[in-house]
């Protein structure tokens, strides 16, 4: 079903949207298109552009001299007295060269020389409470940027949820823009506090006043009604900064009362409010019928923490979103719980949903949208689309055309499992593209066995079935003490994928060709009563009402893959990179994520089972997620060896084949960005602890 109706959101400003957008004309230059950004050798944006494509026109590394890179500098948060170690969940932007990131539990912005890693400047806030309690204090993503009234600006939202401007050249906070925080050792006159906006009007707050609460900025919202963070930075769209937010981790809540997170809007300028998007629909609103029981008015949780992208010429930003309170229960929250697990299109202007689609109704799976969706004009059947892609950790590719919110191909409603757990209520279908087809392994059925031989089949199949490993995609969580006499539940993928934050796609603009890390992780999941709960045991919890079910110990983020004698049971790559060519839907190649490690190569390569047989799968890579960066010449992906040695590879676009390799200090994760920097291409990985930054050496790039 497409879900493309309009709709407003309560208390839209349209005369101060229109004035704004005059206004903007006058003193707001943004970074440029997408295709300008590649092009000009910045990166002004985490994910390389406002499109999210990781891409760069660059091309001075090349096949040819792939060999010949080395480190250039390392930077280290400890050595630098930055906040150590260093989560490595960011990327760096590029301009006018600096390097701008931010940095450790503090989400410390920091500014480094570009050539040569030395830090130029850095800037925290002071810590409050509110930081002090923040699960994602150290999973800041980086900064945005912008240019006002010819100043370079650098935005920031922090683990506490104020919001910054920063002079580009000095790191200090801009006099006099935003509302202002009373607090001491705060700038003065300066930033925004993100929980006063974001509490407004919300009933549970009003609430709280009627009846003589008061609002303290140290302890930002009140831990009986909720709390609220952010991990990945503002977006900055025509002189609008958007900002999203993050939730405390749905995995350990034990009580269903959440502030939801809506999107906020602030005028780049000024730091004047313009808008806020309700994320959960309010009476009156598109969607609020899919919260029953009054849920709407105190669950909370759904906002995005993944980033966002933007297409600025037709003025609009996509939101992705993740799933209401608690990860796998929600008994307490019935009906589809829309703009969960959703892409929403925003117009940047007004905060008016152009379009929408809920990949997930009513989530039990912890099946948020973790990684931000892909902009690329593809072709498909003679026709020109603009399209948004959206990968999901359930190994599906979304695919719509970014206008007008149409899926490119059919998205059909399928009969899922329901959940037998007192209380809960499932969604009878969920949406299922029928194509692409899936880029990883979804649940765990007989077709996904190994069968080389009819034996091995038979084998594979014992071993599956003895450990009750065998599960459709959307099998819903057990409850302990359930009927069958059930151990938990197999979910696949699990928490971290398919597709998840540690390693977001890449994609070729200019082919349409769209790049996927993945990896086939299951995890086992029961819910024990609420109250039972270890996490409801800890000393500072959000909410009030203990749910009369919560996830319990026994559950696991990974499940190891089963064997036969050392022989894997499931068809690989364990860990993989996918090519899909978005003209025409079709996976262009699969490639393991690096190499799977030698003992293990060794097992299979010699396996008696083996013997005389074709075919083999050896090499059936590592676990994880690849980061990945596309150049004009190739696709770059970090990984490790057979002997566990941490490399940066160069990929054929077109077939996956490697065309080199070069050993790197660390393991380089999330992300890779890449600038021209007086005369050369830098390469940069973000570390456990820093960053590594590599290139040509000067007699090769610049000669």
Not at 192 to 210: F, Q, S
């Amino acid at each position: 079903m497409t879900q493309d109706r309009k709709g407003s959101p309560e208390g839209t400003p349209g005369a101060l949207a229109l004035a704004f957008t005059i206004a903007a004309i006058c003193f707001f230059a943004p970074p440029g298109s997408a295709q300008e950004v590649v092009a000009s050798g910045q990166w002004m944006h985490i994910n390389g552009d406002e499109a999210s494509t990781r891409y760069s026109s660059l091309d001075q590394i090349d096949a040819g001299n792939f060999w010949r890179l080395q480190v250039e500098w390392e930077w280290d948060g400890e050595t630098e007295g930055v906040e150590t170690p260093i989560n490595p969940r960011g990327l760096p932007i590029y301009v006018d060269g600096k390097l701008i990131t931010t940095s450790g539990p503090k989400r410390r912005v920091v500014a480094m020389d570009a050539g040569t890693g030395e830090t130029l400047w850095s800037w925290a806030e002071p810590e409050t409470f509110r930081w002090e309690y923040s699960m994602r204090q150290n999973h800041g993503k980086g900064v945005a940027f912008a240019e006002v009234d010819g100043r370079g600006v650098v935005f920031i939202s922090t683990p506490a949820f104020f919001l910054y401007a920063l002079d580009a050249d000095t790191g200090e906070p801009i006099e006099g823009w935003g509302s202002g925080i009373p607090l001491e050792g705060f700038p003065e006159g300066s930033g925004v506090d993100l929980v006063v906006d974001l509490i407004e009007g919300w009933g549970p707050w009003e609430d709280y006043k009627a009846e003589g609460g008061t609002y303290d900025p140290y302890l930002g919202i009140p831990l009986e009604l909720g709390y609220i963070t952010s991990s990945s930075p503002p977006m900055v769209v025509d002189g609008v900064v958007i900002v999203g937010n993050s939730a405390e981790q749905g995995y350990n809540q034990t009580r269903y009362e959440n502030v939801p997170g809506d999107v906020l809007a602030y005028d780049a300028r000024t730091g004047e409010m313009l808008w806020k998007f309700h994320v959960i629909p309010r009476p009156g609103e598109y969607g609020h019928e899919t919260w029953e029981s009054d849920a709407w008015y105190w669950s909370g949780n759904i906002g995005s923490w993944a980033p966002m992208s933007a297409d600025s010429e037709r003025g609009l930003v996509y939101i992705p979103t993740k799933g209401g309170v608690m990860d796998f229960y929600g008994g307490f929250r019935p009906g589809d719980n829309l703009f969960g697990n959703s892409v929403i299109a925003l117009d940047v202007q007004t905060g008016e949903r152009v379009w929408h689609y809920q990949l997930v109704r009513h989530d039990v799976w912890n099946f948020d949208t973790p990684v931000a969706p892909v902009l690329l004009d593809v072709t498909v059947d003679g026709e020109r689309i603009p399209a948004l892609l959206q990968a999901s950790k359930q190994a599906f590719v979304y695919a719509f055309n970014r206008e007008t919110g149409q899926p490119i191909w059919p998205i059909e409603d399928r009969p899922v499992p329901q959940s037998r757990v007192p209380g809960e209520q499932l969604a009878e279908t969920q949406p299922f593209p029928t194509w692409p087809e899936p880029f990883d392994l979804q649940g765990r059925s007989e077709n996904d066995l190994i069968d080389y031989t009819p034996e091995i089949r038979r084998m594979a199949l014992e071993v599956a079935q003895a450990d009750d490993f065998l599960a459709p995609l959307f099998d819903p969580p057990r409850h302990e003490g359930n009927e069958e006499g059930l151990g938990p539940t197999l979910i696949c993928p699990g928490s971290t994928g398919g597709v998840n934050i540690t390693g977001p796609p890449a994609a070729d603009p200019n082919t349409g060709i769209l790049f996927i890390t993945s990896h086939s992780g299951c995890e086992r999941t029961i819910l024990i009563p609420g109250e039972e709960s270890p996490f409801e045991q800890q000393e500072l919890v959000q909410g009030e009402t203990v749910a009369r079910w919560a996830r319990g110990m026994e559950s696991s983020p990974a499940v190891p893959q089963h064997n036969i004698d050392g022989l894997p049971i499931w068809k690989g790559p364990q860990g993989r990179i996918v090519a899909v060519d978005m003209n025409s839907g079709e996976h262009l190649w699969v490639v393991p994520n690096g190499d799977a490690p030698a003992a293990e190569q060794e097992t299979i390569r010699n396996h008696p089972l083996l013997e005389g047989v074709d075919g083999v799968m050896v090499n059936r890579g590592r676990a994880g997620h690849a980061a990945m960066l596309a150049t004009p010449t190739m696709l770059m992906a970090t990984g490790q060896t057979s002997e566990g040695t941490t490399r940066l590879f160069a990929l054929d676009k077109a077939t996956g084949e490697r065309l080199g390799q070069v050993e790197t200090p660390g393991f380089g994760r999330y992300g890779i960005m890449t600038y021209m920097h007086e005369g050369r291409q830098f390469v940069v990985l973000p570390v456990v602890g820093g960053y590594t930054a590599l290139a040509l050496p000067p007699e090769v790039a610049l000669r």
